[in-house]
């Protein structure tokens, strides 16, 4: 039997860095304002990275379905795999030259490309998709507030929301 409503629990898992990141807060309040000396320092702190946790733990709820997409994503050393019940693929992170978010399907999927390989196409509402947020957020140049967006508003059509640097001035000569 459970006292919480389950679309409150499925809200608070959902948020549940961000309800962290306000628990970090809290308490190094209540440490700052409390006793003060060295406890009110290290409260000042945790407050700091409370408040670091709970923005990144906004950005990871942005990010998040629902669930219950069609297949599986695994992230694992480095290497993204995507087990789908038509199609499948696997993707490692360092090969990765470019992202795209397409509309076409019911949901939205991920396009991650590769040279010499078949793009791997992820639902963006799999199970175990918010590794992806991770693995995203860890390439160098991406605009994850740009990504967010993109994945709030439902682009209406494909868009490109990262390409590797050594990619992107190919075309230009030297001279």
Partial sequence: ??????????????????????????????????????LGWVGGALMLAGAAQGFVGLQKARFRSDGGGQGVVQVDEGQITYFGPLSGGAVAVADLTSIALIPDGKPAHWVLSQAGRPDVQIPVNAEGSEALFDVFAALPGIRTERMLAELQTGPEHPVVIWTRESLRHEHQRLH
Wanted: charged share 20%; hydrophobic share 60%.
């Fill in 1 to 38: 039997m459970s006292f919480i409503r389950p679309e409150l629990r499925d809200a608070l898992w959902r948020y549940r860095e961000a309800v962290a990141g306000l628990a970090m807060i809290l308490l190094g309040l209540w440490w700052l304002l409390g006793p003060g000396g060295l």
